[in-house]
Each structure stands twice: as structure tokens, then as C-alpha cells.
């Protein structure tokens, strides 16, 4: 939606500011669905011996995934409204 957002805004104003968040946006999107993805193959593929230590090391924990996420869809919502203003 904030995408499509910005390149409505761009369209009309041709402005530099808009195409960063154009691509800010982008980015983030793209992390999203890669972060997505990477998370569907951790949760569904069965670990080696050797990799417990390696998760337990960079903490996949659950709640490290939700808690980031929860706080990224609650500014992106928040930059949303404003943008729709």
C-alpha cells in the first residue's frame, strides 16, 4: 500500500524526496519477504546435530522474530496514515 502510495505521489510530483521513499520502501518490502521466506525454511526444515548450537548462538527464537516485526508493521502503519493524509 505504501508503495503504491509513492509512486502515485511521484507520478504527479516528480520529487526526489518521494523516489527515496520509494525505494525505502523497497527495501523493506524486500526484507520483509525475504525474512519471510528464510523463517518458512528454518520452521519447517529438521536441523542437523551440528546446528542447535548455531541457533541457540544467534537466538532464533521465536519471539526474536515477532517482537521486530510487530514493532516494524506498527511504524510502517503509522507512516501509512500519515502518508494518506
Do not use: C, H, W
Amino acid at each position: 500500500m505504501l508503495l503504491y502510495s509513492y509512486i502515485e505521489i511521484y507520478r504527479r510530483i516528480k520529487s526526489n524526496f518521494t523516489l527515496g521513499l520509494i525505494i525505502f520502501t523497497l527495501a523493506l518490502l524486500l526484507q520483509s519477504l525475504s525474512r519471510a521466506v528464510l523463517l518458512l525454511i528454518l520452521i519447517a526444515s529438521t536441523p542437523p546435530q551440528v546446528y542447535p548450537p548455531i541457533v541457540e548462538l544467534l537466538g532464533y527464537n521465536l519471539m526474536y522474530v515477532i517482537v521486530p516485526d510487530a514493532l516494524q508493521f506498527i511504524a510502517l502503519s503509522i507512516l501509512l496514515y500519515f502518508t494518506r493524509e
